[in-house]
């Protein structure tokens, strides 16, 4: 009985280390940052929309895309409020204003701005932080990031950091303050997990993706996939979008050379017998005819290319063969 006992008490642990923990209005939070912070308008407004349907109030969207203004800039900051703004003019009776907006009292106390703001960096990175590098920063970092931004009552601490990292997961090249991000959701009240969750949505709903290719339709040679892909064809060029993990059997050229062109995200290309290549946006990839080969995805990214034929024979086809197995792509990092 006693084993039995403590195999079910296992089994309840691990459904409830799987189990999600992002609720639909941080998710509509996140989404709205992350495309906020990458200045992808077109999709940012059926994200705004999902937002607002799933809970999130209008002034708390005022508050995230005003936050992320000293993240991702004036010019984004003020381009998302217009996508709000224009979202608004056919206004659904259910969407939330929100609590009304006051202005926070730190405003009119300089010093008193600075000692909050020190106060909530210091719980947000876990120890007291001075940037004596750069005195300037260490005083806009305190005084008006941590001060004047977060002296706002619109957003709790916690959904600022959900925004923040969301935020940070659109961008490239910031990979330290991503990291010291995380760790600081996590200091100001959100469970390990539910930060864990919010990457993973973010790339796997192609949030993090960063592109102006089209995505397409559902690819219609899915079949030849393992994971969901899609294709958009631009007229004699075709643009390929894999979702994270997503790869292309094994397949052959006849009588052509394939070209492929990374334009987003990270992939893989692997010739048989050979070691993969990695693809990142600028990498050309020329095929050679009768090369058996596969190319996808990265477990934890979006990838795009762009693809055509070149030196093309009379009789050219393509071959498909086995999927990639496990043991071939796992390894790739």
């Known amino acids: 009985m006693k084993k039995i006992i403590t195999t079910i008490a296992l089994l309840l642990s691990m459904i409830t280390a799987n189990a999600e923990t992002l609720t639909e209005r941080q998710k509509g939070l996140a989404a709205c940052a992350c495309l906020m912070a990458q200045g992808d308008v077109k999709r940012l407004e059926p994200a705004v929309r999902t937002a607002l349907d799933n809970g999130v109030s209008v002034n ?8 992320l ?12 409020l217009g996508v709000l703004s224009k979202v608004l003019e056919k206004r659904d009776a259910n969407w939330k204003e929100g609590k009304p907006w ?3 009292e730190a405003w009119d106390n300089a010093r008193k701005a600075y000692e909050l703001g020190k106060e909530k960096q210091t719980r947000l990175t876990g120890q007291p932080f001075d940037y004596a590098f750069c005195p300037q920063d260490d005083y806009y970092l305190k005084s008006h990031l941590f001060g004047d931004i977060f002296a706002s009552d619109q957003l709790t601490e916690a959904d600022r950091e959900i925004v923040t990292v969301a935020a940070l997961s659109g961008l490239s090249g910031v990979s330290p303050q991503l990291a010291a991000h995380k760790k600081g959701a996590v200091n100001m009240g959100n469970a390990p997990e539910t930060v864990e969750e919010l990457t ?7 949030y993090t993706l960063s592109t102006t290719w089209p995505k397409g339709d559902p690819n219609p040679y899915g079949a030849y996939f393992s994971g969901q892909s899609y294709l958009a064809d ?9 979702e994270p993990g997503c790869r292309n059997n094994w397949h ?12 987003a995200g990270r992939g893989w290309y692997q010739e048989w017998g050979k070691e993969a290549v990695e693809m990142t946006p600028g990498t050309v990839i020329n095929v050679p005819e009768g090369v058996k080969h596969w190319h996808g995805a990265a477990k934890d ?23 990639v197995t496990n043991e071939v792509y796992n390894p790739l990092k």
Not at 200 to 206: C, P
Not at 252 to 263: E, M, R
Not at 303 to 309: G, I, R, S, V
Request: proline residues 3%; aromatic residues 16%.
């Open 200 to 206: 993973r949505y973010l790339t796997q709903e192609g």
């Open 69 to 80: 203004y000293a993240y991702a800039g004036f010019p984004r900051s003020l381009n998302a």
């Open 252 to 263: 052959v050229h006849y009588g052509q050379v394939q070209v492929l062109i990374c334009v």
């Open 301 to 323: 990214s979006w990838f795009q290319h762009l693809t055509y034929h070149k030196d093309v024979k009379e009789g050219a086809r393509n071959e498909w063969l086995e999927a």
């Open 102 to 104: 006051k202005r926070p």
């Open 60 to 67: 708390e969207l005022k508050e995230v895309f005003s936050q």
């Open 234 to 242: 631009m007229g004699g060029l075709f643009n390929v979008t894999f």
